[in-house]
């Protein structure tokens, strides 16, 4: 499954932060996903419990998603739109040519420690 690798990656980057640091375990991994990833947000938080529970730094923790909504330019009139919601496809002229500004990030946003 696609999503198991990926959360092996934001475990591995998790492990790497925080190295060296004094901090040994964390409680929240906050994720940005673009919905142009086609990464669906509720395996990857089912796949999460399994995952954590293999690292003593995640065991325990949470997996908090923030979706990234789709955004692009129409290359032929410059309309900016929600790609996804349309289809990919410019609703003011029907153009399928755009410039696309958001929607592919995977990113740790962030890493929460509760005292
Ligand atoms: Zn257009």
């Given amino acids: 499954m696609h999503e198991v690798s990926l959360l092996l990656n ?12 004094d901090i040994a375990h964390v409680d929240e991994v906050v994720l940005e996903i673009g919905d142009l990833t086609g ?18 730094f995640l065991k325990g923790s949470e997996l908090i998603i923030n979706q990234i909504k789709s955004r692009g330019i129409c290359s032929d009139c410059g309309m900016e739109f929600a ?15 755009k410039t696309v500004l ?12 509760k005292e």
């Fill in 10 to 21: 934001v475990a591995e980057l998790v492990r790497e932060t925080i190295e060296g640091t």
């Fill in 39 to 56: 990464v669906i947000p509720a395996f990857m938080i089912d796949g999460y419990s399994y995952i954590s529970d293999e690292y003593e």
């Fill in 102 to 113: 958001s929607g592919q990030e995977f990113v740790i946003k962030e890493i929460r420690i």
């Fill in 83 to 97: 790609i996804v919601e349309n289809e990919g496809i410019c609703p003011s002229c029907g153009s399928v040519s």
